[in-house]
């Protein structure tokens, strides 16, 4: 078995080797980025909010208090919801 290695290793030089583990350690990233997706969402809302303060587009708050909604039923938090009014 140590030999197989050995030869395994010694057709992949150091290089390749890297490039192999820097990419496993990209896709690791990528995809715990992607599973905890609520911190993502909730700056998003944050940052919508914070355009809908400069806007005060009604059609907008009605989107952001969707987005609120969503958010609120995936990611069990509380974020208060605004009035459109």
Do not use: A, H, R
Not at 5 to 10: A, D, H, M, P, R
Not at 22 to 40: E, K
């Amino acid at each position: 078995m140590f030999l197989q290695w050995k030869l395994i290793l010694q057709k992949i030089n150091l290089k390749n080797l890297t490039l192999i583990l820097f990419g496993i350690l990209f896709i690791g990233i990528i995809i715990s980025f992607t599973g905890n997706s609520c911190g993502i969402e909730y700056i998003l809302i944050v940052n919508d909010i914070s355009s809908y303060e400069q806007s005060l587009d009604p059609e907008f708050c009605e989107i952001i208090v969707e987005k609120i909604d969503l958010f609120i039923d995936s990611c069990e938090s509380e974020i208060e919801i605004l009035d459109c009014g």
